[in-house]
């Protein structure tokens, strides 16, 4: 049985599912905790909007890889050419629909 571990405590839902989405098209299962909170912000601390994304032990190693590349910022956003969406520079694949970065 695969524990589920914290990796990242997202600012926002928007980069949760950002995150999320990358995580997903590399084949590794997230969950995301404390989403809900978001609706009682007028009297909950600020910080209580985070939202923490899990990923189960076996995907660590790969999962850091992928947050790694996402913080440094690698690279000027793209927008991908199978679907047309806008993707962070960070990511080498859409995170809406799968498919690869083209290569400049």
Known sequence: ???W???YDAANSLEAHTLKGAFEVSGIAVQLRGEALAGALGELPVNAAEVTLLVRSRDL???RAI???YRQGSGRSW???HCGEHNA???EF???CGHEAAAD
Do not use: Y
Request: glycine fraction near 4%.
């Open 67 to 69: 947050l790694t590349r």
């Open 61 to 63: 190693t790969k999962a």
């Open 94 to 96: 859409c995170w809406q």
């Open 79 to 81: 927008c991908c050419r």
């Open 89 to 91: 520079g960070s990511f």
């Open 5 to 7: 571990i914290r990796i």
């Open 1 to 3: 049985m695969s524990e």
